[in-house]
């Protein structure tokens, strides 16, 4: 139910006027990327499309240009019910909220126009408001909204809730259904199901789609330039080139190319692991500096401590696997005294752990090596995506070497990459798979830590 359009308080400043929307938008908020302007444009009109999709790289502005429609659409109508729906609440509020949130708080214009709630925002001049909405067909029941906007289609894991969107809008005869995307890798999925439709040029559906040529090189940087509307912003090509070395292949084609792949599974090219083998150096001798990553379990996965030296250098300090006895537990006596040995042994800088199951024994380590022990969830895509990826880049540059321990290899070779919107993190093929990949995790999050420590910069030391 939409709010009585009128001031709702003396203290509320009156929305400024403009000729159109676009124009509007520009005097609130800034000036627009010329993409975003031609889009708002179609997107604002009076007579628009229903149905609208648009592609296009990450960090050219997508999620602002979705976050000025929807203003356009709240402030410059009366009662106007937009609604956005996401993969997840939990990525709609850090992400297109967010995106709200941050032109509302720096316009002079806006601030002290708007109410701002934890899931809505509203508009009490206009009586209009956005909402957020989970996702699920539920969602879409006893609305009937003028916009509604999907931020990041791909990650969509069907089409029940756009289906449900799209009749909840029909009653109205300028309502709006727009899907702003990243490409992805599920070719069956919704998302790939509407760029689709793009290609195949159906009346039915509005389009826009930045992506560079899927035959071109990977450095062709007419190609970048194709794939991404921003590429003449300062700074750009230079962003683009740190991530096209950085990056694995799959993921700078999606996020930086615009491009479709076939796959989310391949994380290390074959052959890749094996070339940075490094044989006859295998375990550092005693008192080398180095960190640890410790990736336990209760029973059905394995338990795994890894090494990680000055020169990154990856060794196993121990795993310990299920043997496929039924009833088998980790031994967690053996995994203590070799945690102890380890730090006996080397000049252990710091050790990072994966918390679950083994809560009570790192607060103990924690106790034994103050300041020497942290905890690593990695379940935490913020924290495990970056992490994942500067492995993987390390790998292909050849910038970390391992003690060709077998059972690292496999775990290594076990583990396929998952997408999220915070970058590709490695996970098992599914959680129930007999495939370990506890050495791998412990590894990455090992070089990790190495990595980040050994890039602190020392205090200086003053002498008064």
Not at 211 to 217: K, R
Request: hydrophobic share 40%; glycine share 6%; net charge negative.
């Amino acid at each position: 139910m939409a709010l009585k359009a009128g001031a709702k308080s003396q203290n509320l400043r009156p929305l400024p006027d403009a000729a159109t929307d676009v124009e509007w938008l520009e005097l609130v908020a800034g000036e627009m990327y010329p993409w975003q302007r031609t889009e708002a444009e179609i997107l604002t009109a009076e007579k628009r499309p229903r149905v609208a999709y648009v592609q296009v790289a990450r960090k050219n502005g997508k999620t602002r240009l979705a976050a000025l429609v929807a203003l356009a659409e709240a402030c410059r109508k009366e009662r106007r019910h937009v609604y956005a729906v996401s993969d997840s609440e939990r990525n709609l509020n850090s992400t297109f909220t967010r995106e709200l949130r941050d032109i509302i708080g720096a316009s002079e214009y806006l601030r002290d126009s708007i109410h701002i709630f934890k899931s809505h925002f509203e508009v009490p001049e206009t009586g209009s408001f956005i909402e957020m909405r989970p996702n699920n067909f539920r969602a879409s029941q006893g609305i009937n909204p003028h916009l509604v906007i999907f931020d990041e289609v791909h990650l969509q894991k069907g089409p029940e809730t756009w289906a449900g969107m799209q009749m909840a809008g029909a009653a109205r005869s300028d309502a709006l259904l727009l899907g702003i995307t990243t490409p992805g890798y599920d070719l069956g999925g919704l998302a790939h199901d509407l760029y689709e439709m793009a290609r195949a040029g159906d009346p039915s559906l509005y389009a826009r789609i930045f992506e560079a040529d899927p035959a071109a090189d990977l450095d062709d940087r007419e190609a970048w330039r194709r794939a991404n509307p921003c590429f003449d912003r300062p700074g750009f090509v230079e962003a683009l080139e740190f991530d096209r070395g950085f990056l694995p292949e799959h993921e700078f084609r999606r996020f930086r190319l615009g491009q479709w792949t076939a796959t989310d599974q391949a994380w290390l090219p074959y052959g890749a692991w094996a070339a940075c083998g490094a044989p006859g150096a295998s375990v550092p001798p005693p008192g080398t500096r180095i960190w640890l990553g410790f990736d336990g379990s209760y029973s059905g996965d394995s338990t795994a401590l890894v090494g990680v030296t000055d020169e990154m250098h990856v060794f196993v300090v121990g795993c310990w696997e299920n043997p496929g006895r039924a009833g088998w537990r980790v031994p967690r006596g053996q995994v203590l005294e070799k945690v102890a040995e380890a730090f006996a042994t080397w000049q252990v800088v710091e050790m990072l752990c994966d918390p679950p199951y083994w809560e009570s024994q790192i607060a103990e380590w924690a106790a034994a090596w103050p300041d020497r022990v942290s905890t690593f969830p990695t379940y935490s895509r913020a924290r495990m995506a970056p992490a994942c990826t500067a492995f993987y880049a390390a790998v292909m540059e050849g910038a970390l070497s391992h003690d060709g321990d077998p059972r690292l290899a496999r775990h290594v070779s076990n583990a396929v990459v998952k997408s999220s919107p915070l970058g590709d993190y490695i996970t098992k093929a599914d959680k129930d798979s007999p495939a370990k990949i506890d050495l791998a995790v412990a590894a990455v999050i090992a070089h990790h830590v190495a990595a980040t420590t050994r890039r602190r910069p020392r205090a200086k030391v003053f002498v008064v």
